[in-house]
């Protein structure tokens, strides 16, 4: 199986003053990080709050600066952020939204762009009308689903869902999560699954790592890593949800 994305020695640091005369002191947000995601796999990333993940998705992106080598199979990759509304501009509509995605890749023709975004709002469960709606008009379960259509409205192969679920309620999370599989499995995609939660990784993902203080301590099958894990850090988390 092919590689889409390859990540050789990611190392991020970050540099900031307590005060205008202070040092500087620099940070290690990620040390020497390396992983890959391979082709139509859905692959999570576990660890706390503080540990990296972000950074991780962030570097991927090129959104912040890292040493270190990142390739990819895949020229457009897209994200699905954890607050779905801070990710919609709130004076546009959805279909608004959809089009522009198109818009800005290319696509001149109104019709066609129409015609993609109604087959895209289909496509993530939800019906023509919303594309007349506003951002603060929908439910955070619908406003998730407009970002998981806007992400795939440029046909990428590779998503990065950084956190997708964890601001919804439990009954929404398995309907967001049982699209997510949906998409995946009709379209191909690639998918790097961040997530804190454990149980949702392990129903969702083929493989996993987990990320302690930005080094990954061990990754894995996800059901080898589950019942065998063989870092410390990896079974305390484990025995904390299990």
């Not at 607050?83 to 959805?94: C, H, I, M, R």
């Not at 406003?143 to 990065?160: E, S, T």
Request: with cysteine; aromatic share 8%; net charge neutral.
């Amino acid at each position: 199986m092919n590689n889409i994305v390859t990540v050789n020695n990611l190392t991020v640091k970050f540099s900031n003053r307590k005060s205008a005369f202070s040092k500087k002191v620099t940070k290690t947000v990620l040390d020497d990080v390396c992983f890959e995601v391979r082709e139509g796999e859905i692959l999570g990333l576990v660890g706390e709050s503080g540990s990296g993940k972000s950074t991780i998705a962030k570097a991927i992106l090129k959104l912040v600066p890292y040493e270190g080598e990142i390739h990819h199979e895949s020229d457009n990759p897209q994200m699905i952020f954890q607050d779905p509304y801070s990710a919609l501009n709130p004076a546009k509509k959805v279909g608004w939204l959809f089009e522009e995605a198109l818009y800005l890749k290319g696509e001149k023709d109104s019709l066609v762009r129409k015609a993609k975004a109604l087959e895209m709002i289909q496509m993530v469960g939800l019906s023509e009308e919303y594309l007349e709606r506003f951002p603060r008009e929908l439910s955070g379960g619908q406003r998730q689903r407009v970002c998981i259509g806007l992400a795939l409205m440029q046909n990428p192969k590779f998503l990065i869902a950084d956190e997708a679920v964890s601001a919804l309620d439990v009954t929404i999370q398995a309907q967001i999560l049982e699209l997510l599989k949906e998409l995946h499995d009709k379209m191909g995609l690639s998918i790097l699954f961040i997530s804190h939660d454990l149980k949702v990784v392990y129903n969702l993902c083929q493989r996993v790592m987990i990320l302690k203080s930005g080094k990954i301590v061990e990754s894995g099958e996800v059901k080898e890593v589950y019942t065998n894990p063989q870092h410390e850090y990896t079974k305390q988390l484990l025995s904390s949800v299990f």
